[in-house]
């Protein structure tokens, strides 16, 4: 009976990690059941509803609700157990997108100064992070920059071996939306050309 016993429990060690461990994604890697964690989006999110203007002179315009904690209060954690960051749900839902066209943080004065990149977009397209870090990156001899605004949301990245799939940005002119599929999350880039 002992020897019954013993056997049934270790073979519970080994099955209950299988089934209850939400924040492997299934793959053993990064993110929640529902957002990211190897969920690649089968496409960029819409444009946003949300027409930023500008202050009225004089008066600062806070940032918008969604943003609570992290840089100037951001916060993407709208479920437990997701991240604080910019995320994509696994119903390709994208959390977070939607401060507006006119967002002064992603404004860029020359958009496309370097070209546009041509090496493919979405789903199909999944490169490997070579090395670099948030202010240079780079895969196939094509080079990104992460927005300065969105930098804090790229401290978990390994930048010489993240899957990386790249959208175009609906509402920013020059930025596109570098996805990491490992963690689910996604920051604002700007293409810097190839080489």
């Known amino acids: 009976m002992k020897k019954t016993i013993g056997i049934l429990l270790t073979s519970l060690i080994f099955l209950v990690p299988a089934f209850g461990d939400e924040k492997g994604g299934g793959r053993g890697e990064g993110g929640n059941r529902g ?69 002064p943080h992603y404004h860029l004065d020359r958009p496309w100064e370097h070209g546009r990149f041509t090496g493919g977009f979405g789903r199909g397209h999944v490169f490997r992070l070579q090395g670099g870090n948030r202010d240079r990156f780079w895969f196939n001899g094509f080079y990104f920059g992460v927005a ?35 963690l689910g999350t996604y920051v604002h880039v700007t293409y810097l050309g190839n080489h």
């Open 148 to 182: 300065p605004y969105d930098y804090d949301y790229t401290s978990g990245w390994l930048w010489d071996s993240d899957p990386i799939v790249i959208y175009e940005d609906p509402d920013h002119d020059g930025w596109y939306l570098a996805y990491n599929e490992r």
């Open 35 to 103: 957002a990211g964690g190897g969920h690649i989006p089968a496409h960029g999110p819409p444009p946003s509803r949300m027409e930023s203007r500008p202050a009225p002179r004089g008066e600062s315009r806070p940032a918008p609700e969604s943003r609570g904690r992290g840089p100037e209060g951001r916060s993407f954690a709208d479920r437990p157990g997701h991240p604080e960051a910019p995320h994509v749900h696994s119903n390709d839902q994208w959390i977070g997108h939607d401060s507006g066209r006119n967002d």
